[in-house]
């Protein structure tokens, strides 16, 4: 697909969720709510240099783990790369997840490690997509950008509920990943314009 037509279908779909001419990321992942027609919870926590960014399936809505050690402008670019996937419809395929989660609970049943962490096969939705998808969730998430700014800095205030449990369920597999050197399928995207270093919005 060419660039121009990219460009047309993001800016299609941008024009459709009648987005404010400025908004933040709590903001946009209210609009992006009702269009997807699920919850999208936001979760910083440190990811231990392993990825920047990932989202996960529940029953009960999407949830986009982004770095927290990183500059504000860099957390928008991770965040919307992971919303770009969800409004472009970009599907993962059940077997990817279960390979991601072999890796990551090495010594446990993908079924059960699936059920205990109370998450869909959409759990590793970003593992391996093709430059083609990536390509197209890059030129929504420039556009987007143009409409959100950040908020006050978060300085790790404690998760809480759903969300404290679901990062301390990923903190022993990330760190499993980065200290077994595995790569659990992660690729590095392009660094975010003006994110004063580290890589951008790597996926799971």
Known sequence: MRVGRIRR???????ELGLPS???LPGLCAIVAERVGRPVHLVPMSLGGV????TASTDDGYWVFYELRTS??????IVLHEIGHLLLGHEQDPAVTEDALRMWTPSMDVTTAMRRLGMTPGFARHHCYDNLTERETEVLGTL???????TSADH??????????????????????RDTGGTAGTRRAP???????G???ARV
């Not at 990825?51 to 990932?54: K, L, Q």
């Not at 790790?156 to 990943?177: D, M, S, T």
């Not at 660094?191 to 270093?197: E, M, V």
């Open 22 to 24: 400025s908004t933040d």
């Open 144 to 150: 987007l950008m143009e409409r959100v700014v950040p």
């Open 199 to 201: 890589g951008g919005g």
């Open 51 to 54: 990825v920047s960014g990932m």
């Open 191 to 197: 660094r975010a314009p003006g994110s004063g270093g």
């Open 9 to 15: 279908r993001c800016k299609r779909l941008i024009k």
């Open 156 to 177: 790790g205030l404690p998760l809480r509920g759903r969300a404290a449990e679901l990062a301390a369920a990923l903190g022993p597999a990330l760190r499993h990943v």
């Open 72 to 77: 504000p402008w860099h957390q928008i670019h």
